[in-house]
């Protein structure tokens, strides 16, 4: 009766410690669902072509458009966020991984722009490029980012703390699709991508956060406009560089 008695108060301790132990144990990862809107700003960057027009004539070339400017647009997109627990409560900076899709627009209006190179046959320099029609890039980017946090007022039930600020880089693959107005061409490129990010989150309750957030993205898209009557090997290659503002939502469990 008496080894009873003392055993009886053991195991009532050992079975409540078994769902705290399981509990620690599913708080090795956290994870999160995102959706993000705002605008994306693009910068004033460069196209390539190895055949143009110049003083005398449509011939090749290795030239080079320079101060491009593309319209400003939307940007919207969502991330699925995994952070790595520490097994203890820490205010070290935490570590996770982030698979990100963004999605914006990237036009380009008619204009004239200082151009660079010489024509292979003439030898004439090429001077300044005259774009005559809209060019509309339809942008999608799926990218795997590599993310840093500092977790502020962290506690055992939060762990992630009540807000962070984070840092990110990583990349991707950026989808180009291409509307010529002038002649109905569409064509679509792929193109490695990089970028890098930093924000904010906040929680409103123990799962529900919003954020803040800067992102810069960049790739570099390569069409030929085959079935236009040009020459076979003929390419233009636009940077597509961009920085991102936006705010979203984002569920923890």
């Given at each position: ?102 999605s ?10 200082p ?49 962070y ?17 002038s ?52 390419k ?12 979203g ?5």
């Open positions: 009766m008496r080894r009873a008695l003392i055993c009886a108060p053991l195991l009532a301790a050992l079975l409540t410690a078994l769902p705290l132990n399981e509990a620690q144990a599913e708080r090795k990862w956290e994870f999160s669902f995102g959706a993000f809107g705002g605008r994306a700003y693009h910068a004033n960057t460069t196209a390539r072509f190895n055949y143009a027009i110049t003083p005398a004539g449509f011939e090749p070339v290795d030239a080079k458009a320079i101060g491009l400017n593309f319209d400003n647009s939307d940007s919207f997109g969502a991330k699925l966020t995994a952070w790595y627990l520490p097994r203890r409560l820490s205010w070290q900076p935490q570590i996770g991984v982030e698979l990100d899709w963004t914006f627009t990237a036009d380009l209006q008619p204009q004239t722009v151009g660079e190179g010489v024509g292979k046959m003439s030898g004439l320099p090429l001077g300044a490029m005259t774009f005559g029609s809209t060019s509309e890039f339809a942008v999608n980017q799926l990218a795997v980012n590599l993310l840093f946090r500092y977790p502020i007022w962290a506690t055992t039930d939060m762990p992630q703390g009540r807000w600020p984070y840092v990110g880089i990583g990349g991707g693959v950026q989808r180009a699709r291409l509307t010529e107005s002649t109905g061409h569409r064509e679509t490129s792929y193109s490695p991508a990089f970028q890098g990010l930093v924000g904010a989150k906040i929680f409103l309750v123990k799962n529900l956060a919003v954020f803040g957030e800067f992102k810069w993205t960049q790739a570099w898209h390569s069409f030929n406009f085959a079935g236009l009557g040009l020459p076979s090997d003929y233009e290659r636009y940077t597509i560089a961009t920085g991102h503002v936006v705010g939502v984002a569920l923890h469990f």
